[in-house]
T-cell receptor
Framework: DVKVTQSSRYLVKRTGEKVFLECVQD?????MFWYRQDPGLGLRLIYF???????EKGDIPEGYSVSREKKERFSLILESASTNQTSMYLC?????????????FGDGTRLSIL | AQKITQTQPGMFVQEKEAVTLDCTYD???????LFWYKQPSSGEMIFLIY??????QNATEGRYSLNFQKARKSANLVISASQLGDSAMYFC????????????FGAGTILRVKS
């Protein structure tokens, strides 16, 4: 089974802090994704990566950056955390060429910015 | 632009009955895929079922089936014989065309199964 592991289930940070959310997958997937989930809005794509050192902006990249130095690890960075970034963050991975295969998700990180 | 619409914010169903969760989509792509995910209160996203745009048969996976009506651009999830453990948030998602296999998600439907 694919395992996508997010470093924290719950995280509390202060406004202005630099925040790192880590995600690791163990199935050699090329694609990795970061979403945020808010009530009534579903999941919205922040950034994705289809290869090491490659990244593409999603629908809501403002205030975020990402890093993918190794194939298995995809990090989301909040450069200067703000209260409107309080949300549930979900990481996912998938194969790049198998279109009918689902994205596999981690358990999510509930991030609170105070 | 592609869009997924789930018009039912919340649904109730009696245990052992069937329930349909609605999903409509908007795309100009000829090749696309539709996914349903379940999210229990614990937060993890569980893949349920997939339908490709060229699939002629409706997808089925155990108690889950997808009522795919291409002309109406709808991909409703049908859960048969509901169980208490089916209580969760359900998301419909569409794979966009192009590289990267990105998904666009609907807002979700909360399902509550009553005993």
């Amino acid at each position: 089974d694919v395992k996508v592991t997010q470093s924290s289930r719950y995280l509390v940070k202060r406004t202005g802090e630099k925040v790192f959310l880590e995600c690791v997958q163990d199935m050699d997937h090329e694609n990795m994704f970061w979403y945020r989930q808010d009530p009534g809005l579903g999941l919205r794509l922040i950034y994705f990566s289809y290869d090491v050192k490659m990244k593409e902006k999603g629908d809501i990249p403002e205030g975020y950056s990402v890093s993918r130095e190794k194939k298995e690890r995809f990090s989301l960075i909040l450069e200067s955390a703000s209260t409107n970034q309080t949300s549930m963050y979900l990481c996912a991975s998938s194969l790049v060429r198998v279109l009918d295969q689902p994205q596999h998700f981690g358990d999510g990180t509930r991030l609170s910015i105070l | 632009a592609q869009k997924i619409t789930q018009t039912q914010p919340g649904m109730f169903v009696q245990e052992k009955e069937a329930v349909t969760l609605d999903c409509t989509y908007d795309t100009s792509d000829q090749s696309y895929g539709l996914f349903w995910y379940k999210q229990p209160s614990s937060g993890e996203m569980i893949f349920l079922i997939y339908q490709g745009s060229y699939d002629e048969q409706n997808a089925t996976e155990g108690r889950y089936s997808l009522n795919f009506q291409k002309a109406r651009k709808s991909a409703n999830l049908v859960i048969s014989a509901s169980q208490l453990g089916d209580s969760a948030m359900y998301f419909c998602a569409m794979r966009e065309g192009g590289y990267g296999n990105k998904l666009v998600f609907g807002a979700g439907t909360i399902l509550r199964v009553k005993s």
